[in-house]
């Protein structure tokens, strides 16, 4: 399970093809450097966004917006998490440890 | 899972296959309550942290050429003049006794040398008073973050039944009866009289003047392979290797200007106050700057160490195991010679000590 999520996420986001890398990339959010690789991302309600920590530090990426609250607690480098919205609306999205790191997932 | 278009049949499987795996794998961790569901966490290739040459490391720590001043403060002279008057002026507390330079006092490397800060009717704070300088370039301001700017931070302390214990409107009235207070606010903010907001700004510009001098460090970045000795450019080695300071104590400034707990005995929960809904925050503190260390002893948010050397030995324990210290925090094996070196690296940090001149204060 675990080697086939592996390949999964590679698939997605490393793919070798670069039309579905390109489209994909838009549903993950790095973390290098200690910051959000974007600042605003749409999805529709029911779907995920994969918080990819590629960075050399943890990150610990979470929202207190109504109704999609999240925390995703201490996420050590090399390790992505798919987190799926069920509420449409805005949500503000933050890392508790690094300040700099903000941006806004539009659910609708 | 998103709207991924995948092409031809092949990958269109292998991709079916994945959202499968990873739409079940979010089912296995959902939350039950109304939130965004977390899913499985997914092990991703991390491209492993470059062994860059010491010259590339080295870049990362020259000195900035220029003070950032934000757009919605632009630096004027005027104003700096009048912001280190206010300083420095005692009669911005309740008492007529204190000043923001009571407790961040250039002759303590703009902190106070106390382990708490001193205030209103001499009683001890909570905290350390921490130095400002270069805080200029500090991204969020106290040692729980609970200030934006430093536009917004001065006006906490004047007001603040501990520490200044000034209500504005009496300090407002206390400027406004002294000429020379009225001269100085009309060169500065021309025709918007004694304000609040006049008083935040002016300070701000002021504190962002505070900067640490010109350091041995700065010499050996620049070039000069004797500016610091065999023993300080191994702990420049360690603190950006085997001991990882540099994952909290980033750049130029050595602060990532976030919050971590440390491990640290005391039961300040620090950050933790604000978002306490993250376990990791819960006894975190900014990590402070590193430049002019040497001169601002006792060390850390409670003044609990007395020297770099102390410092270093809590870092080679790793504190307090519990879940909130940060994940950086470990024990990390050192030899009683890199402990020595760590030290001597720290010491280089400290810039020339220019003579600051006080205003005279208005009467
Ligand atoms: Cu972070």
């Known amino acids: 399970m675990k080697r086939f999520s592996t390949f999964c996420y590679a698939f997605a986001v490393f793919g070798g093809v670069s039309a579905v890398a390109a489209v994909a990339a838009d549903q993950s959010v790095h973390q290098k450097g200690r910051v959000f690789s ?21 990150h610990n990426v979470m929202s207190t917006s109504a109704g999609n609250e ?30 700099r790191m903000k941006m806004t997932v539009t659910v609708d | 899972m998103p709207n991924i278009v995948f092409r031809g049949p092949v990958l269109r499987s292998a991709a079916l296959a994945c959202l499968a795996s990873i739409a079940a794998a979010a089912l296995a961790g959902s939350q039950t309550f109304a939130a965004a569901t977390i899913g499985a966490p997914i092990t991703v290739p991390v491209p492993a942290p470059q062994k860059g040459s010491a010259e590339s490391l080295k870049d990362e720590y020259r000195r900035p050429a220029e ?11 005027e104003k700096l003049k009048l912001g280190k008057t206010l300083y420095y002026d005692t009669r911005l507390s309740g008492s007529g006794a204190q000043s923001c330079a009571s407790c961040h006092n250039p002759g303590y490397g703009w902190g106070d040398g106390l382990a708490k800060g001193v205030g ?11 130095t400002i300088v270069n805080a200029a370039w500090g991204l969020i301001f106290m040692w729980d973050g609970r200030a934006p700017s430093l536009e917004e931070q001065a006006l906490g302390p004047i007001q603040a039944a501990v520490e200044m ?51 041995p ?33 980033v750049g130029w400034n050595f602060t990532d200007d976030s919050f971590h707990d440390i491990g640290l005995p005391d039961a300040d929960i620090g950050r933790g106050a604000f978002l306490g809904v993250a376990v990791k925050m819960r006894q975190a503190f900014k990590t402070p700057g590193l430049r002019d260390i040497s001169r601002r002893s006792p060390f850390m948010h409670d003044g609990s160490m007395a020297t770099l050397e102390a410092v270093v030995e809590h870092y080679d324990t790793g504190g307090v195991a519990r879940p909130s210290r940060s994940d950086l925090i470990k024990p990390l094996g050192l030899t009683v010679e890199e402990k020595a070196d760590l030290v001597a690296f720290l010491k280089t940090l400290s810039g020339s000590s220019d003579v600051i001149a006080q205003p005279i204060q208005p009467r």
């Open chain 1, 38 to 58: 974007v600042e605003a991302l749409k999805v529709k309600t029911g779907e995920a966004v994969v918080f990819v920590n590629d960075d050399t530090v943890p």
């Open chain 1, 70 to 99: 999240f925390n995703l607690g201490s996420v050590a480098p090399g390790t992505a998490m798919p987190v799926k919205f069920d509420k449409a609306g805005s949500v503000q999205v933050i890392c508790a440890i690094h300040p």
């Open chain 2, 67 to 77: 003070i950032p001043f934000p757009a919605s403060n632009p630096f004027t002279p």
């Open chain 2, 120 to 130: 209103d009717g001499m009683k001890e704070l909570k905290r350390r008073s921490p």
């Open chain 2, 165 to 215: 214990n000034m209500p504005i409107e009496k300090l407002l009235e206390r400027l406004n009866s002294i000429t020379e207070y009225k001269t100085l606010f009309e060169a500065a903010f021309p025709g918007e009289g004694i304000t609040p907001a006049g008083i935040g700004k002016a300070i701000a510009t002021f504190e962002r003047t505070a900067i640490s001098g010109w350091a």
């Open chain 2, 217 to 249: 460090f700065d010499s050996w970045i620049d070039g000069d392979a004797k500016a610091i000795s065999a023993s300080a450019q191994r702990g420049f080695a360690l603190f950006n290797g085997k001991a990882q300071c540099n994952t909290c104590h």
